[in-house]
Structure formats: C-alpha cells, structure tokens
C-alpha cells in the first residue's frame, strides 16, 4: 500500500508552475497523465491550485503559496497516510502505473 504526491503548483515564472502540468499531450493534460499512472495508490495528494481533474484527489498548498520545491514536498507529504509514498512531479506525460 503506498501513496502519490504529485507537485503540480509553482509560481508561474515561464513555463513552470500550474500552466505547465494543464498542458495536454495526446489530447490528454500532463496532470491528468501522472494521475492515471498512480492507479494503485490508495490516496492521491496534489500539491497545487486547485483545478478540474479525472480522479479524485486530496488537494493542499505549500504555505506560503509558491513558495518552493521543499515548502510543497512538505506540504505533500504531511497528507501521507500510507508507510510508503511515491514523490511526482505533475508533468510526467510517458509515466505508466508499471514505472511505480
């Protein structure tokens, strides 16, 4: 039993941030992509603004908001439940439920 951090927030700077992983690759959004391939996590917990997504997940935000890579890896991991957990980053088109 194990659960999925997905970091999918940032500030916003470029192509980092929040934009990035609402990007689509083959008509499907990176998010939505990460999402799928933690088909066998009991509990998916996403870093980030909250927005529409396929499954349904437990949000929470780094405090302060945009504060960092470590501020949001925090964040995460304090909604852990399982003794194991899977650390992602939201914009991972090619991951596959095999990968984890």
């Known amino acids: 039993m194990w659960d999925a951090v997905v970091l999918a927030g940032g500030g916003g700077r470029g192509m980092t941030g929040p934009e990035r992983v609402l990007l689509e690759v083959g008509r499907r959004r990176l998010l939505d992509r990460v999402l799928d391939a933690c088909v066998d996590a009991v509990r998916l917990v996403v870093v980030g ?3 529409e997504v396929e499954r349904p ?3 929470t935000r780094e ?3 945009d504060s960092g890579p470590v501020a949001a890896i925090r964040a995460g991991l304090a909604e852990v ?3 194991r957990a899977a650390l992602l ?3 991972l088109p090619f ?3 095999g990968d984890l």
């Open 49 to 51: 603004p909250q927005t």
């Open 57 to 59: 997940v437990h949000w």
């Open 63 to 65: 405090d302060p908001p």
């Open 81 to 83: 439940r399982a003794d």
């Open 89 to 91: 980053a939201g914009d």
């Open 95 to 97: 991951l596959r439920p």
